[in-house]
């Protein structure tokens, strides 16, 4: 089979409106060039078109024409190893504008990763690196952004303080207990604040969740200015939420 046609039949079974990288289209050492010859022949021909250097997508038709991947489709790759694991995550105002937090939406995204500084700059989309706490995998990121969302509570714009609890306490209402204890685990590596501030929405939540770990982490002596007090979460009073 020619390399052209190999490439080919992996681009038809991807999905209209996806992104894909060189990764996928498992090439050898000695079909790389050849691969990418076809690659551009493919561009060319408007079959695929180019995200940025080695990111492609496969153009998605509609009525009113093509249309560009979805944000989340065309930071994917950016989020994953060279073995496809992922070691980042979408976070700050972008995060919280899906969440509901927030109807702002940045012109630049951010992306948290424990090792790697990933920043994009292209005519598709902008976004610029920050550190995660903890090192990222597809079972924690989404957990690692709703402590993300608790961090960053003073600072999301726009923010309706009752509303915006009413959507964390129902995600996190949403968690098993297995993910609970490993929100718990995380948060350890967090400010403390933020232990705070999980602490009091999961005792909100459910009185009985073993908390000794969280309280353990904290100054009975300290105070956490967050905006929030006991007649918006009535138990912000007793984690020194104010």
């Given at each position: 089979?020619?390399?052209?046609?190999?490439?080919?039949?992996?681009?038809?079974e991807?999905k209209?409106?996806?992104t894909f990288?060189?990764?996928?289209?498992?090439?050898?050492k000695?079909?790389?060039?050849?691969?990418?010859k076809?690659?551009?022949?493919?561009?060319?021909k408007g079959?695929?078109?180019?995200?940025?250097?080695?990111?492609?997508?496969?153009?998605?038709k509609?009525?009113?024409?093509e249309l560009k991947?979805?944000?989340?489709?065309?930071i994917?790759?950016?989020?994953?190893?060279?073995k496809?694991?992922r070691?980042?995550?979408i976070t700050g105002?972008?995060?919280?504008?899906?969440?509901?937090?927030?109807?702002?939406?940045?012109?630049?995204?951010?992306?948290?990763?424990r090792?790697?500084?990933?920043y994009?700059s292209?005519?598709?989309i902008?976004?610029?690196?920050?550190?995660s706490?903890?090192?990222?995998?597809?079972q924690?990121?989404?957990?690692?952004?709703?402590?993300?969302?608790?961090?960053d509570?003073?600072?999301?714009p726009?923010?309706?303080?009752?509303?915006a609890?009413?959507?964390l306490i129902?995600?996190?209402?949403?968690?098993?207990k297995?993910?609970?204890?490993?929100?718990?685990?995380?948060v350890?590596?967090?400010?403390?604040?933020v232990?705070?501030?999980?602490?009091?929405?999961l005792e909100?939540?459910?009185a009985?969740?073993?908390?000794?770990?969280?309280?353990?982490?904290?100054n009975?002596?300290?105070?956490?200015?967050i905006?929030?007090d006991?007649?918006?979460?009535?138990?912000?009073?007793?984690?020194?939420l104010k």
């Amino acid at each position: 089979m020619k390399i052209s046609e190999k490439i080919e039949k992996i681009i038809d079974e991807i999905k209209p409106g996806s992104t894909f990288t060189y990764q996928q289209l498992s090439l050898n050492k000695d079909e790389y060039v050849a691969g990418t010859k076809a690659i551009e022949r493919f561009i060319k021909k408007g079959i695929i078109k180019r995200v940025s250097t080695g990111i492609f997508y496969i153009p998605k038709k509609s009525v009113f024409g093509e249309l560009k991947p979805r944000e989340e489709e065309l930071i994917k790759p950016y989020l994953l190893n060279r073995k496809g694991k992922r070691i980042a995550y979408i976070t700050g105002t972008s995060l919280y504008n899906k969440m509901g937090l927030t109807t702002q939406i940045p012109r630049i995204i951010k992306i948290a990763s424990r090792d790697k500084r990933i920043y994009i700059s292209n005519e598709n989309i902008k976004a610029t690196a920050i550190k995660s706490y903890v090192d990222v995998t597809d079972q924690n990121y989404y957990l690692l952004q709703v402590l993300d969302a608790l961090k960053d509570f003073k600072k999301i714009p726009n923010l309706n303080i009752q509303s915006a609890l009413v959507i964390l306490i129902n995600i996190i209402s949403r968690l098993s207990k297995e993910e609970i204890n490993k929100l718990i685990k995380y948060v350890i590596s967090y400010p403390p604040r933020v232990i705070a501030f999980l602490g009091a929405l999961l005792e909100k939540i459910d009185a009985s969740i073993n908390l000794n770990l969280l309280r353990e982490n904290l100054n009975p002596l300290s105070n956490y200015k967050i905006g929030i007090d006991n007649k918006i979460l009535s138990t912000a009073e007793k984690w020194s939420l104010k």
